[in-house]
């Protein structure tokens, strides 16, 4: 069970190049999400995506564009790289469990990350 | 709105002594909480959660009680080996509503021998 796979772990960029960042999990879950970790500032959510074929804004979308054409895979595209678009990236992807009290709660699984270096 | 608020770091302790990483959240209803923990070079990993108050979570000699009277989260462990140096991050998602994970900003932690 290989969980979250995203891809490529490094990539060097030159300012206004797009590339896109590959990710997918096979754990059939339905949610899928690409945050960004930048220092000091934690992580935050760029885009994510419910279920198969709908994608949803996070907290900082601009610059980026998804894709989800199957429930496996969740593609993030940075449209022109930029020196400000060097944070580390993370996908990942959540189930929902129900406790014993029959509530539901998700647990979210992450990626190793992708470094991008942007000259 | 939700926000997650942690103690801020670098924090630095020698092998065998006792951790404590405060975290504090604001959320509606009963959130889950968290905590991650990200290895120098690697991802993000989950290290521990609990789903409602007075829940303890616990994994790798790490424990964390959800209390809902202070809304504390708070990371400790008894005996920190150098290979727990790491950067560890308080999360939640709130009950109702989206599944959006929020982060506090992480807890840089380093252990010396």
């Known amino acids: 069970n290989a969980g979250v796979t995203q891809t490529p772990k490094f990539q060097v960029l030159k300012t206004g190049q797009s590339m896109t960042l590959q990710c997918a999990q096979d754990?059939?879950?339905?949610?899928m999400y690409w945050y960004r970790q930048d220092p000091g500032m934690g992580l935050r959510l760029i885009y994510y995506?419910?279920?198969?074929?709908?994608?949803d804004k996070g907290e900082v979308p601009n610059g980026y564009n998804v894709s989800r054409l199957n429930k496996r895979e969740f593609s993030l595209r940075l449209e022109s790289a930029a020196p400000s678009q060097t944070p580390v990236y993370f996908c990942a992807s959540s189930e929902i469990e129900v406790d014993r009290g029959n509530r539901e709660r998700n647990t979210i699984y992450f990626g190793e990350g992708s470094w991008l270096t942007v000259v | 709105g939700n926000s997650v608020t942690q103690m801020e770091g670098p924090v630095t302790l020698s092998e065998e002594a006792f951790l404590t990483i405060n975290c504090t959240y604001t959320a509606t209803g009963y959130p889950s909480l968290f905590w991650y923990v990200q290895y120098p070079g690697e991802g993000l990993q989950l290290l521990l959660k609990a789903t409602k108050a007075d829940d303890k979570g616990s994994n790798k000699g790490f424990e964390a009680t959800y209390r809902k009277e202070t809304t504390s989260f708070h990371l400790e462990k008894g005996s920190v080996q150098v290979s727990d140096s790491a950067v560890y991050f308080c999360a939640l998602i709130p009950f109702f509503g989206n599944e959006k994970l929020t982060f506090g900003t992480g807890t840089r932690l380093t252990i010396i021998p």
């Open positions: 995506s419910a279920s198969e074929g709908t994608t």
């Open positions: 754990m059939n879950h339905n949610s």
